[in-house]
């Protein structure tokens, strides 16, 4: 007889084919199941408040075991991510009652910028050094701490003062302005 | 190009792979400092788990325990609760066999009706 795989043994996108194959819940739910803490980060970072964060995780577990879409899903974390971000820019919508559309483009949008092409020029130690002047700050610093000095988030709060998710936007942004820097100096070379 | 090469490794936009129990170490301290870095690394690109710590960081570790338990109850219960709802629904293999049943008898019953009336 046919035996089925253990749950653990299989990847996201085996586990939905078992459930499509089977056509038994108990697989999407093992599949749920791994990713409850993601989604209550996610849910926690836009909704900011631990009961409707809650509820939020909650309601998309629903929405997932009666509205699974019948065509494939190619990756299945990255659509889980995108309907739990939705659904709290929805909820934040209908509370605040004036949605900005960009904010939702802003959240998603990559900067475009093409990273491989990036890498393979020949970007000079003194270009570098010379965009990261041009960063605020905050971006500089916090770029510099954990890229340059190999410093730990902690470190940089302590050192900083600045909250978790400060030193991490911090980052983030520092280097997708570097990356638009950098580009556009490639573009237009300064003489 | 020193250590700002560090700032964009190849491919780096594309492995933020990081696990629960990644994301759980790292939140509970009990990471190794290689480990660690793996994870912090993950972090400054933008993906679903980067967002995902960011949010649970809001909370604090018994917090965020609690709701995951208590999550992962209402889930089974959830399930349990369709499949049992499946299991107590009648088959529909057995209504199109009885209705296919009862077909096949009032043929049968109308063609011995049919010869009987003819023989009388």
Same mark, same amino acid.
């Given at each position: 007889?046919?035996?089925?795989?253990?749950? &653990?043994?299989?990847? @996201?996108?085996?586990?939905?084919?078992?459930?499509? *194959?089977?056509?038994?819940?108990?697989?999407?739910?093992?599949?749920?199941?791994?990713?409850?803490?993601?989604?209550?980060?996610?849910?926690? %970072?836009?909704?900011? @408040?631990?009961?409707?964060?809650?509820?939020?995780?909650?309601?998309? =577990?629903?929405?997932?075991?009666?509205? $699974?879409? +019948?065509?494939?899903?190619?990756?299945?974390?990255?659509?889980?991510?995108?309907?739990?971000?939705?659904?709290?820019?929805?909820?934040?919508? +209908?509370?605040?009652? =004036?949605?900005?559309?960009?904010?939702?483009?802003? $959240? &998603?949008? @990559?900067?475009?910028? +093409?990273?491989?092409?990036? /890498? /393979?020029?020949?970007?000079?130690?003194?270009?570098?050094?010379?965009?990261?002047?041009?960063?605020? !700050?905050?971006?500089?610093?916090?770029?510099?701490?954990?890229?340059? /000095?190999? %410093?730990? #988030?902690?470190?940089?709060?302590?050192?900083?003062?600045?909250?978790?998710?400060?030193?991490?936007?911090?980052?983030?942004?520092? %280097?997708?302005? !570097?990356?638009?820097?950098?580009?556009?100096?490639?573009?237009?070379?300064?003489? | 190009? &020193?250590? =700002?090469?560090?700032?964009?490794?190849?491919? @780096?936009?594309?492995? *933020?792979?990081?696990?629960?129990?990644?994301?759980?170490? #790292?939140?509970?301290?009990?990471?190794? +400092?290689?480990?660690?870095?793996?994870?912090?690394?993950?972090?400054?690109?933008?993906?679903?788990?980067?967002?995902?710590?960011?949010? !649970?960081?809001?909370?604090?570790?018994?917090?965020?325990?609690?709701?995951?338990?208590?999550?992962?109850?209402? $889930?089974?219960?959830?399930?349990? %609760?369709?499949?049992?709802?499946?299991?107590?629904?009648?088959? /529909?293999?057995?209504?199109?066999?009885?209705?296919?049943?009862?077909?096949? !008898?009032?043929?049968?019953?109308?063609?011995?009706?049919?010869?009987?009336?003819?023989?009388?």
């Amino acid at each position: 007889m046919h035996r089925l795989p253990h749950h &653990s043994q299989l990847n @996201d996108e085996e586990l939905l084919q078992q459930y499509r *194959n089977n056509a038994d819940n108990i697989w999407l739910g093992h599949l749920l199941q791994r990713h409850t803490l993601l989604l209550l980060g996610i849910a926690m %970072k836009y909704l900011a @408040d631990k009961d409707a964060a809650a509820d939020a995780v909650q309601q998309i =577990f629903l929405k997932t075991l009666s509205h $699974l879409p +019948d065509e494939p899903i190619a990756n299945f974390k990255g659509w889980l991510y995108i309907l739990m971000r939705n659904h709290c820019l929805q909820q934040l919508r +209908d509370k605040t009652r =004036f949605a900005e559309d960009t904010l939702l483009e802003q $959240l &998603s949008a @990559d900067d475009g910028t +093409d990273l491989e092409r990036l /890498q /393979q020029m020949e970007i000079t130690l003194q270009e570098m050094q010379d965009a990261l002047q041009t960063l605020v !700050l905050e971006q500089r610093n916090c770029l510099d701490a954990f890229y340059l /000095q190999k %410093k730990s #988030y902690t470190d940089i709060m302590v050192a900083t003062g600045f909250s978790f998710a400060q030193v991490k936007s911090y980052i983030q942004n520092g %280097k997708r302005n !570097l990356k638009i820097i950098l580009s556009k100096n490639l573009k237009h070379p300064q003489p | 190009m &020193s250590d =700002f090469s560090q700032i964009w490794n190849p491919g @780096d936009e594309g492995k *933020n792979l990081l696990t629960e129990a990644q994301m759980q170490g #790292y939140l509970e301290g009990r990471l190794s +400092d290689e480990e660690r870095r793996i994870v912090e690394e993950s972090l400054s690109n933008e993906s679903p788990e980067s967002d995902a710590l960011e949010g !649970l960081q809001l909370l604090t570790e018994e917090e965020r325990n609690a709701l995951h338990l208590k999550l992962n109850a209402e $889930l089974r219960k959830s399930l349990n %609760k369709k499949r049992k709802h499946r299991r107590d629904m009648p088959s /529909q293999r057995w209504t199109v066999l009885a209705i296919l049943l009862i077909l096949l !008898l009032a043929v049968l019953a109308y063609v011995v009706l049919f010869f009987v009336k003819k023989s009388v």
